[in-house]
C-alpha cells in the first residue's frame, strides 16, 4: 500500500469548537476511503502568556512539515482557554494500493472539488457561520489606480485602506462541533446534495452576506414555501386526502401555504408570521421594497426556524 496525504485549504476558514480540533473523521473520495483531520491547539502552559500568538499544531503526520523555510500555516486559536479557533487547512490520507495507485490519485483529484463544496454547504447550515461577516479594505489599489504621468514614464500612486472587518454573530453557536463535522463528512462523502429549501436558504445566507437584502428575503421565503410544502404534502398522505392537488392550488404562495397549514391541522408556532415573514417578501416582491439589514435577519431567522421545525434532514434522500 502507498500512503497518499492531500491539504485541504477551505474557501473561508472553519470556525471550529475546541472538540473538533485534532479529531479525525471518515471521509470517501471516488469510492476511495480516507480521514479527514483537522490540526490541534497549541501545547499552552499552564500560564500562557501570549496564547493567542501560538498557532494552530498541523496533524501528527504533517506536524513539521514546512512549506520553504516556513512552517505551514494550519490555523490560530481565537479565545482562550476554551480554544475555539479559525481553521484554514486540514489534512486528507489514503491508503492506495501501489500497483492502482497513480489511477487512484487522479479519480480523488477529479472528484474533490464536488465533495469540498458539499462538505463547505453543509458546515454552513449547520452552523450558520459566514453567513453575515464580511472584509473589506487593506493594500491595493481595488477597481482605480492613479498613476503619476513623468518625463520618465508612469509611477504608480500607493493607496492604503485600513482593513474593515465586519463580524455579525447570530446570538447562538457558530463554531464547528465534533458530530457536526462528522456528519458534514460523511453527507459530502456520500454525494448527497442539500434539500430544495436548504438550497435556497444557502442561497438567503449568501445574498445576505452580500448586502443584496432584497434577494435574501425573496429566497429565504422561497425556502420556507417549499419547506411548507413538502410538510403539507406529507399530510396529505398521512390524512389519505385525495384532493391535495386542488388545495395546493387554492391556497397558492407563502400566505396561502400558511392557510393551508393551520387548516388541514399541522401545529405551528404562535406567532405572527404575516408580519415576520409574509408581508416583507410581498413588499419587496410587489412594491419593489428595498429592504435593512435587520429585517432580512428577521425573516431568515423565522426561516431558519420553521425549516428545522418541518425539515430537520439537511439532505436530499438517493
Not at 471550529?16 to 471516488?30: F, P, R
Not at 514614464?153 to 465586519?166: A, C, D, E, F, N
Amino acid at each position: 500500500m502507498r500512503k497518499v496525504f492531500g491539504i485541504v485549504e477551505f474557501a473561508e476558514t472553519l470556525f471550529c469548537a475546541a472538540d473538533s480540533l485534532g479529531q479525525t473523521v471518515n471521509i470517501s473520495l471516488a469510492e476511495h476511503a480516507g480521514t479527514l483531520t483537522l490540526p490541534s491547539l497549541p501545547e499552552w502552559d499552564k500560564n500562557e502568556q501570549d496564547p493567542l500568538h501560538k498557532p494552530l499544531l498541523g496533524p501528527p503526520p504533517a506536524r513539521t512539515w514546512k512549506r520553504g523555510e516556513s512552517p505551514i500555516n494550519w490555523g490560530r486559536p481565537t479565545t482562550y482557554p476554551t480554544g475555539t479557533s479559525e481553521v484554514k487547512l486540514a489534512l486528507l490520507e489514503f491508503s492506495l494500493a501501489l500497483e492502482d495507485a497513480d489511477v487512484s490519485t487522479h479519480e480523488i483529484y477529479a472528484v474533490f472539488e464536488p465533495w469540498l463544496r458539499l462538505f463547505e454547504q453543509y458546515v454552513i447550515l449547520m452552523t450558520t457561520q459566514h453567513t453575515r461577516n464580511r472584509v473589506s479594505g487593506g493594500d491595493g489599489p481595488g477597481r482605480l489606480e492613479l498613476l503619476f504621468g513623468e518625463d520618465s514614464g508612469l509611477k504608480h500612486i500607493p493607496h492604503r485602506t485600513p482593513t474593515s472587518i465586519t463580524i455579525e454573530m447570530g446570538g447562538d453557536d457558530e463554531s464547528l462541533h465534533l458530530e457536526q463535522l462528522r456528519e458534514a463528512a460523511q453527507l459530502a462523502s456520500s454525494d448527497l446534495n442539500p434539500r430544495l429549501q436548504y438550497r435556497m436558504l444557502l442561497e438567503a445566507y449568501c445574498a445576505r452576506r452580500n448586502g443584496d437584502y432584497r434577494k435574501a428575503i425573496i429566497e429565504g421565503a422561497t425556502a420556507l414555501e417549499v419547506c411548507l410544502t413538502a410538510r403539507i404534502l406529507e399530510e396529505f398522505n398521512t390524512q389519505g386526502i385525495s384532493f391535495g392537488e386542488k388545495l395546493l392550488q387554492k391556497f397558492r404562495m407563502l400566505g396561502g401555504r400558511f392557510e393551508l397549514i393551520r387548516l388541514i391541522g399541522i401545529s405551528l408556532p404562535e406567532k405572527d408570521y404575516a408580519t415576520l415573514v409574509i408581508n416583507p417578501r410581498n413588499d419587496v416582491v410587489h412594491r419593489a421594497e428595498f429592504p435593512d439589514k435587520a429585517l432580512a435577519n428577521q425573516v431568515i431567522t423565522e426561516v431558519e426556524e420553521l425549516l428545522q421545525l418541518f425539515s430537520p434532514q439537511f439532505h436530499e434522500n438517493k
